[in-house]
């Protein structure tokens, strides 16, 4: 009896000495680390509140990932773990079974907070032993986990611990975006970029917060999606591209895949068919759709405005419900776009006629019609978005008839324009668009489009004078960077001057994705592991 007092007592008496040796290493890990000020941290896109509590909290080998058990959280999560691991090295454990006491913890948390208020906002709390990363979505908490990897420093702290750490300053953050579509294009038809191209591409976007990438999937060079019911439009339409280079396509388990991997960044892919212009290569593979008797050549230039479909004829009409229908089944977000740019060669109320017809076909399949803003001549739903990229009286047309407007005025927001005369690609006809240029100008009140009927901005990476993934990051980079600050930060967040120093910090992240960004003279870029000249040798 007493033998087992004893033994219970020692017990305790160990349990308790080994638990305050756990709190003093736990004190020693709060108390050694750097200070750190949340409100200099170089995010972007700016948050819209941010208040600094100068302390540090430790990422390290005893952090551990919590998420709610609500839908797409745990996946996120993981997302933030396997992001972690990336850049640190840390093996970070996502939903263990218990919390020991050693840990600190980011929890993931679903929320009802009034303050939430948008699907994609969120609110972080850091303290000294613990990240609170709360929303009402899983899509707010995916675009709340990306300002802690940006939160995260490149490299470990100076600390006196025995293992490596990393600091994130302590303080809240509340964040929301200015507008709910943030996207980019690209133009997959003029040169064709692969599967893994256009993830990369996605992963760069995701990180900024962006929600959108539009695919330019045809145009007169090439037909880049399978059609199962029309497969001469790949097979013909997809055999090559500007230059005459082999071109290419995706399946339709290819595009499926790009679709997914969106998803898994809570991004939507929305997919153009470029109609009635743009249709050379359609026409070469279905030359009944031309209506001129006459087969036509593939194409390999760059000019415009040279091709349409004959907009009267019926069978058309059921060729393209069954691409339209194709298309839409596998695509889960909820646009579809029918170009409708350029169509030099239709008669404008043929063009009217079609635009119209195709409305109703988008809309039977259960998605939500956007043209190029030439859209605005004809008698649009008001759910249809027009893109504005070149005439403010088209938009404005299609402002009257209660539709969204997406802003891409060519001369502020097309990544193929050169930076200047010295740009090693793109083209110029818009405008030249330094990286500054870029960024300063005002979305919300550009060219008297009224801010309740923007719908957000989308950059769009034309290619024809691009080929290869380097080229395509060129052009994007970092010009892509201040279009997610201006689509996501509020105005009175927005400043050059502090902007283009944030910019500056972010070289390490692009030089660690190996982003081959141009180096735009305007930054005074941080110097990083490699410099960019390293990497262009390779
Ligand atoms: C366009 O640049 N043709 C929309």
């Not at 033994?7 to 040796?21: C, E, N, P, R």
């Not at 611990?161 to 953050?173: E, F, L, R, V």
């Not at 893994?196 to 880049?224: C, F, M, P, S």
């Not at 990051?473 to 201006?486: C, D």
Request: proline fraction near 5%; glycine fraction near 6%; charged fraction near 25%.
């Amino acid at each position: 009896m007493k033998n087992s007092i004893l033994v219970k007592s020692l017990l305790v008496f160990l349990t308790i000495m080994a638990f305050s040796a756990c709190i003093e290493e736990k004190k020693k890990r709060v108390i050694n680390f750097p200070q750190t000020d949340l409100s200099t941290e170089n995010l972007i896109p700016k948050p819209m509140k941010m208040i600094a509590t100068n302390g540090g909290f430790a990422l390290d080998q005893f952090t551990a990932i919590y998420t709610s058990d609500n839908a797409g959280y745990e996946e996120v999560g993981k997302f933030l773990a396997e992001k972690i691991k990336g850049k640190t090295g840390l093996d970070i454990q996502v939903n263990v079974a218990e919390i020991p006491d050693m840990e600190t913890v980011i929890y993931i948390n679903r929320s009802d907070s009034l303050e939430l208020n948008a699907p994609e906002a969120y609110q972080l709390y850091i303290t000294l032993d613990s990240v609170i990363l709360n929303s009402n979505t899983a899509e707010g908490a995916f675009r709340g986990i990306q300002t802690i990897r940006q939160l995260i420093p490149e490299t470990r702290s100076d600390s006196l611990a025995a293992y490596p750490i990393w600091t994130i300053p302590t303080g809240k953050i509340s964040d929301s975006p200015q507008f709910e579509y943030r996207g980019s294009m690209l133009d997959v038809a003029r040169h064709f970029f692969s599967v893994e191209d256009v993830k990369k591409y996605i992963d760069l976007l995701a990180y900024y917060k962006y929600n959108v990438l539009h695919l330019h999937l045809t145009d007169d060079q090439g037909w880049r999606i399978e059609i199962k019911s029309w497969p001469l439009l790949t097979e013909v339409g997809g055999s090559t591209e500007v230059g005459g280079e082999a071109g290419g396509f995706y399946t339709q388990e290819e595009y499926k895949d790009i679709v997914a991997y969106a998803a898994e960044r809570h991004m939507v892919i929305v997919p153009e068919v470029d109609m009635p212009g743009h249709t050379n290569a359609a026409s070469v593979s279905y030359p009944v759709f031309n209506g001129t008797g006459i087969t036509p050549e593939l194409y390999e230039g760059t000019q415009v405005g040279k091709s349409t479909f004959a907009t009267r004829k019926d069978t058309l009409y059921s060729f393209l419900d069954d691409v339209v229908g194709e298309i839409a089944a596998i695509t889960p977000g909820p646009y579809f776009h029918i170009g409708g740019d350029e169509s030099h060669v239709t008669k404008k109320k043929d063009y009217i006629y079609f635009v119209e017809r195709v409305e109703k076909i988008v809309r039977k399949h259960g998605k939500r019609m956007i043209g190029w803003d030439e859209i605005g001549q004809a008698k649009m739903d008001s759910s249809s978005i027009s893109q504005f990229w070149a005439s403010k009286e088209n938009a404005l047309d299609a402002v009257a008839m209660g539709m969204k407007i997406i802003m891409s005025p060519a001369t502020k927001a097309y990544l193929d324009m050169e930076y200047d005369t010295l740009s090693k690609h793109g083209l110029h006809w818009a405008a030249y668009i330094p990286t500054d240029s870029a960024y300063i100008w005002t979305p919300e009140s550009y060219e008297g489009i009224p801010m309740e009927n923007i719908l957000g901005i989308e950059a769009p990476l034309w290619s024809e004078t691009i080929s290869d993934i380097g080229e395509l990051e060129y052009l994007a980079f970092p010009r892509a960077i201040g279009y997610s600050e201006l689509s996501w930060s509020i105005p009175e967040n927005r400043d050059w001057e502090n902007y283009k120093i944030r910019l500056a910090n972010q070289a390490p992240f692009l030089d660690r994705m190996n982003v081959k960004y141009y180096p735009s003279p305007l930054i005074d870029w941080k110097k990083s592991k490699y410099s960019y000249k390293e990497i262009e040798k390779d």
